[in-house]
């Protein structure tokens, strides 16, 4: 199993970023996805999470600005990213729990995607 991140790169503050993140492999079912994020210099730090149901929680500083989403028939999760500001600039990475064929439920990572916000 793994987890394929894309969509980063660099945007001017007040502008606007999609990132997603398809896992693939031995899937049984995917539970909850998430976004994280690792500022420069920072420790990483929750962005939001989603449920296989939908149900969304966000860092209450990114709520408003940023919208997680998922295709569960494509076990592919998103992360709209409005009105960025520098503060946003930081490394991203999608998160998901996932069951394969034998019924081990583990955490996966993905490999990161930049997110660079300047003028």
């Known amino acids: 199993v793994q987890l394929q991140a894309s969509g980063g790169g660099l945007v001017q503050p007040g502008g606007s970023l999609g990132l997603s993140c398809a896992a693939s492999?031995?899937?049984?079912?995917?539970?909850?996805m998430a976004w994280y994020r690792q500022p420069p210099g920072k420790q990483r730090e929750l962005v939001a999470t989603i449920t296989s149901g939908g149900s969304t929680n966000y860092a209450d500083y990114m709520r408003g600005r940023f919208t997680i989403s998922r295709d569960n028939a494509r076990n592919t999760v998103y992360l709209q990213m409005n009105s960025l500001e520098p503060e946003d600039t930081a490394v991203y990475y999608c998160?998901?729990?996932?069951?394969?064929?034998?019924?081990?439920?583990?955490?996966?990572w993905g490999q990161g995607t930049q997110v660079t916000v300047s003028s």
């Open positions: 998160n998901a729990n996932i069951r394969d064929w034998y019924g081990w439920l583990r955490d996966y």
């Open positions: 492999g031995s899937i049984f079912s995917v539970d909850a």
